[in-house]
T-cell receptor, first 114, second 111 residues
Framework: KAGVTQTPRYLIKTRGQQVTLSCSPI?????VSWYQQTPGQGLQFLFE???????NKGNFPGRFSGRQFSNSRSEMNVSTLELGDSALYLC?????????????FGPGTRLTVL | ELKVEQNPLFLSMQEGKNYTIYCNYS?????LYWYRQDPGKSLESLFV?????AVKQEGRLMASLDTKARLSTLHITAAVHDLSATYFC???????????FGTGTSLTVIP
């Protein structure tokens, strides 16, 4: 069974630009969550989607947004990039929410903002 | 909000020794997870702990959960170099798959 895939793996952008990251969950998984990992703040939850609906949202500004498609694939978008947005963005999928299922993480997208 | 604290942040241990990583959390957590992360890599799931008194073991790693003390531990037995990595614990509440991660413990096993 293929794991969670994320594209692209690496991105370099400049301040003020916008970026879109993509995540394909494990086949059959309907819940997709996004996390930001930085050396200073650690792993922080961005948002979670289930059946194309945002179920939870972390404490991030409105520049961070996401969506989920009918095939469970998800995208996240960051507009007006800032230097502090440089991070590893991880996507995780699980079969259902409100269950005891564990989340499986993708390899991440390393975003560098110059 | 669920706050998760891990200690120690850094751990250097000799091969063959035993040690424990501690994970405290602030409020009731329905589930407690342990993950491993190698440098530049993603998170690998190690254990899922679902109830008070749960104990799980895989190889040289054993995880336990005490919900009354709001404490989970990851015990390393007879450490080997391959266990060098960063270990994270994470809790979640009943409102979905939002995980609250600890700061991580960077483990280095030296010969």
């Amino acid at each position: 069974k293929a794991g969670v895939t994320q594209t692209p793996r690496y991105l370099i952008k400049t301040r003020g630009q916008q970026v879109t990251l993509s995540c394909s969950p494990i086949s059959g998984h309907r819940s997709v969550s996004w996390y930001q990992q930085t050396p200073g703040q650690g792993l922080q939850f961005l948002f979670e989607y289930f059946s194309e609906t945002q179920r939870n949202k972390g404490n991030f500004p409105g520049r961070f947004s996401g969506r989920q498609f009918s095939n469970s694939r998800s995208e996240m978008n960051v507009s007006t990039l800032e230097l502090g947005d440089s991070a590893l963005y991880l996507c995780a999928s699980s079969f259902l929410i409100w269950t005891l299922n564990e989340q499986f993480f993708g390899p991440g997208t390393r975003l560098t903002v110059l | 909000e669920l706050k998760v604290e891990q200690n120690p942040l850094f751990l250097s241990m000799q091969e063959g020794k035993n040690y424990t990583i501690y994970c405290n959390y602030s409020t009731t957590s329905d589930r407690l997870y342990w993950y491993r992360q190698d440098p530049g890599k993603s998170l690998e799931s190690l254990f899922v702990l679902l109830s008070n008194g749960a104990v799980k073991q895989e190889g040289r790693l054993m995880a336990s959960l005490d919900t009354k003390a709001r404490l989970s531990t990851l015990h390393i037995t007879a450490a080997v170099h391959d266990l060098s990595a960063t270990y994270f614990c994470a809790g979640s509440k009943d409102t979905g798959n939002q995980f609250y991660f600890g700061t991580g413990t960077s483990l280095t096993v030296i010969p």
